[in-house]
């Protein structure tokens, strides 16, 4: 069914991107009040949408034909469905009261028209990418938001570190790219198709053969590492802290990182199609938020720790996207995007009232001066720790609960042990975040100046959040996995598992929490001890698994070496020869007409008369 509302909802972004540039250089402080308009009103558009949903009913609009060649018909179309409703909710739910920050946290800054027109373009191609109705629409949006990462992650560019954290991201993607580019391939060549709303039907997935869907399965796979941050391309993400810190919020809670795993829920018969697929996503996305926990424990930029926490708890995602539990993952998903969006914020009003301070060393005591900061930092860690009631709590348990019931061939003799590695993670995740919380908020403060609370334009939105953080769970936990039962598989309904289930599904977040507590307060003496011993432990866990390292030595390095050889090739082979033999037959043409150009006239008269009777011979008829 067409509605035109569907278009407004992108629409309506890009032109606040437009008019936000255009009109903010004039004005620069109304930039930040059109983009947020924008995203408000795309956000009320995207709820009428929802409300209409009925039962099976979708809505779709054709913006363009965009390309019709030979039988290849791509309409430029978007699509409305429970899934894309849950994304869409979320990207401009979330990215509205992340633009109303912005307009406190970037108050002071002189390209505050570029900031909110590249805040305006990434809301509008996460938009077209869980709308997209085919994967090469999908692709714009997914093109769409590598672009603006780049350019809000490098937004102060004049910082060469700043700069290079930008181009990170971009190449990084670009490599998870290619295999969304193959995956594209391989099923339009035995499907006949790239409708989002065909591939998974059973029929047309029949045609697809067993060595061609492990492939495009992979391949999609792969892509969704790059943009939702797994191994080995995980690198990028906490360098992209460099860039301002709403942009932090917005791409780790709202629109860049969470494509990853809508793609994977989109395209879940493509994933089923052999066995080994799901095993080997699940396996890497263990590992993954295993080693970014334990990276997470030793760092002291606030930002930093919240960087790889997002990592790890991508990591838990994939987990459910590798037990089949889809609509479990997008559960965390969107409760996540409530408890990060605060915490980020939080720690953008803790920089800002700290005078960009980020070192939590530097920190401590801010319950005093920013007791509303501390308040909605508190309740995002208690719902990132997976205490009961709070929203991290149903998530997280909903994927426990599902790592205990996995049916993959492939798993069946490791179902224990996984989910005994995810009970540890969920124990770490608790500890580094509680540590966050102390050396921040507890104790006496240790920095400079005087810290303040940030402007209400900057607190009324975490606030906001904070809410979400505690009953978003709750709330949502009942009917969220019914409702997409529709474009997903279904799963079991994970209720929480009443009072006596939800004080033990605490008890991994509360011995993280009592840990860094007797830690860091009871008995900090006995940290230092620890430290000692684990000295290995902490050298590896500080130099990030050395993985920056690996990556250039293996990756990196090579490739620069082959790129010198080439260059000294094609230099001396290509430009080196072509000049030569340019100069080669320029001096051979030269050497010829001084021979022909002697300067006397008796040799211009001999070529004029044979000119002529050459001309005669050609011209003249033979008798």
């Given at each position: 069914m067409e509605?035109?509302?569907l278009?407004l909802v992108?629409l309506v972004?890009?032109?606040?991107a437009?008019?936000s540039?255009?009109?903010?250089r004039?004005a620069?402080?109304?930039a ?8 408000a009103t795309?956000f009320c558009?995207v709820?009428s949408?929802?409300q ?15 390309l ?7 309409p430029l179309e978007?699509?409305f469905?429970?899934?894309?409703a ?19 946290y ?10 909110f027109?590249?805040?305006n373009?990434f809301i ?11 994967l090469?629409?999908?692709f714009i949006?997914?093109?769409?938001v590598?672009l603006?990462?780049y350019?809000l992650i490098?937004f ?9 954290a930008?181009?990170k ?11 969304f580019i193959?995956?594209m ?5 035995s499907?006949g198709s790239?409708?989002?709303?065909v ?5 047309v ?5 067993s ?5 495009a399965g992979?391949?999609?796979f ?7 941050a797994q191994?080995?391309?995980?690198t ?5 802290m460099?860039g301002p810190?709403p942009v932090?919020?917005?791409?780790h ?10 793609l994977?829920?989109r395209?879940?018969?493509?994933i089923?199609?052999?066995p080994?697929?799901p095993?080997?996503?699940?396996w890497t ?5 295993a ?7 030793s760092q002291n930029?606030i ?11 991508l990591?838990?995602?994939?987990l459910a ?6 609509s479990?993952a997008?559960?965390h998903v969107v409760?996540h995007a ?5 915490l980020?914020m939080s720690a953008?009003?803790v920089?800002?009232?700290c005078?960009h ?17 501390c308040?909605?930092?508190?309740a995002a860690?208690?719902?990132i720790a997976?205490?009961?009631p709070f929203a991290g ?7 426990l609960e599902?790592l205990?019931h ?12 996984i989910?005994l590695g995810?009970?540890?993670i969920?124990?770490?995740t608790a ?5 966050s919380f102390?050396?921040?908020f507890?104790?006496?403060y ?13 607190t009324?939105?975490?606030l ?8 978003g769970?709750?709330v949502?936990?009942h ?14 309904t ?12 605490s ?9 860094a507590y007797a830690?860091?307060i009871v008995?900090?003496a ?12 902490e050298k590896?866990s ?8 690996i990556?250039g030595?293996?990756?990196i390095?090579?490739f620069?070496?082959l790129?010198v050889?080439?260059s ?7 430009s080196?020869?072509?000049?030569n ?5 320029s001096r051979a043409?030269?050497e ?16 004029m008369?044979a000119s002529a009777?050459?001309?005669l011979?050609c ?5």
């Amino acid at each position: 069914m067409e509605d035109t509302r569907l278009a407004l909802v992108v629409l309506v972004p890009l032109v606040g991107a437009i008019l936000s540039y255009v009109l903010g250089r004039a004005a620069p402080r109304i930039a930040g009040i059109l983009a947020t308009a924008a995203v408000a009103t795309s956000f009320c558009f995207v709820v009428s949408l929802w409300q209409a949903l009925e039962g099976g009913q979708t809505f779709s609009f054709t913006l363009s034909s965009w390309l019709s060649f030979s039988n290849i018909k791509l309409p430029l179309e978007i699509y409305f469905d429970k899934l894309s409703a849950v994304m869409c909710l979320v990207v401009t739910g979330v990215g509205s009261l992340i633009h109303l920050y912005s307009i406190g946290y970037m108050a002071h800054d002189e390209s505050r028209p570029r900031f909110f027109s590249y805040l305006n373009l990434f809301i509008a191609s996460m938009l077209i990418l869980v709308l997209g109705k085919s994967l090469p629409v999908i692709f714009i949006g997914w093109e769409g938001v590598g672009l603006c990462s780049y350019l809000l992650i490098g937004f102060w560019y004049t910082n060469p570190d700043f700069a290079s954290a930008g181009r990170k991201a971009f190449v990084m993607n670009r490599i998870g790219d290619l295999g969304f580019i193959v995956a594209m391939a391989i099923l339009y060549h035995s499907c006949g198709s790239l409708d989002i709303t065909v591939l998974n039907r059973p029929e047309v997935l029949a045609r697809i053969p067993s060595e061609m869907g492990f492939i495009a399965g992979i391949a999609l796979f792969l892509a969704a590492t790059g943009k939702s941050a797994q191994l080995p391309l995980f690198t990028w993400l906490p360098d992209a802290m460099a860039g301002p810190t709403p942009v932090s919020a917005l791409i780790h809670a709202a629109t860049m990182v969470t494509a990853g795993i809508y793609l994977m829920a989109r395209m879940f018969g493509v994933i089923e199609l052999a066995p080994l697929v799901p095993a080997i996503i699940l396996w890497t996305a263990l590992a993954t938020s295993a080693i970014a926990a334990i990276i997470a424990i030793s760092q002291n930029d606030i930002k930093k720790v919240l960087a790889y926490s997002t990592v790890s708890q991508l990591g838990f995602m994939f987990l459910a996207v590798g037990v089949g539990a889809y609509s479990v993952a997008l559960f965390h998903v969107v409760t996540h995007a409530f408890f990060k969006a605060c915490l980020f914020m939080s720690a953008g009003s803790v920089i800002h009232g700290c005078h960009h301070e980020q070192d939590m060393r530097r920190m401590g005591g801010l319950a005093k001066s920013m007791p509303l900061t501390c308040l909605s930092y508190g309740a995002a860690t208690l719902a990132i720790a997976g205490i009961a009631p709070f929203a991290g709590y149903f998530s997280k348990h909903a994927i426990l609960e599902s790592l205990a019931h996995a049916h993959n061939p492939y798993l069946h003799s490791y179902g224990e042990l996984i989910g005994l590695g995810a009970t540890a993670i969920a124990i770490c995740t608790a500890f580094y975040m509680t540590r966050s919380f102390i050396l921040t908020f507890l104790g006496s403060y240790r920095g400079e100046g005087h810290p303040h609370e940030a402007p209400m334009v900057m607190t009324a939105p975490v606030l906001v959040l904070a809410v979400l953080s505690v009953v978003g769970g709750l709330v949502l936990n009942h009917g969220f996995f019914t409702y997409l039962q529709g474009p997903l598989p279904p799963v079991a309904t994970h209720s929480g598992g009443g009072i006596l289930g939800s004080v033990l599904g605490s008890v991994p977040g509360l011995i993280g929490i009592a840990a860094a507590y007797a830690l860091f307060i009871v008995t900090p003496a006995v940290k230092d001890q620890i430290r000692k011993v684990l000295w290995v432990g902490e050298k590896v866990s500080s130099g990030k698994f050395f993985l920056d390292e690996i990556l250039g030595l293996l990756v990196i390095a090579p490739f620069r070496g082959l790129s010198v050889v080439v260059s000294r090739v094609l230099d001396q082979s290509v430009s080196i020869g072509t000049g030569n033999a340019i100069g080669g037959i320029s001096r051979a043409v030269g050497e010829l007409t001084c021979r022909v150009t002697t300067g006397q006239v008796s040799t211009y008269v001999l070529w004029m008369f044979a000119s002529a009777a050459f001309l005669l011979y050609c011209f003249l008829p033979v008798r």
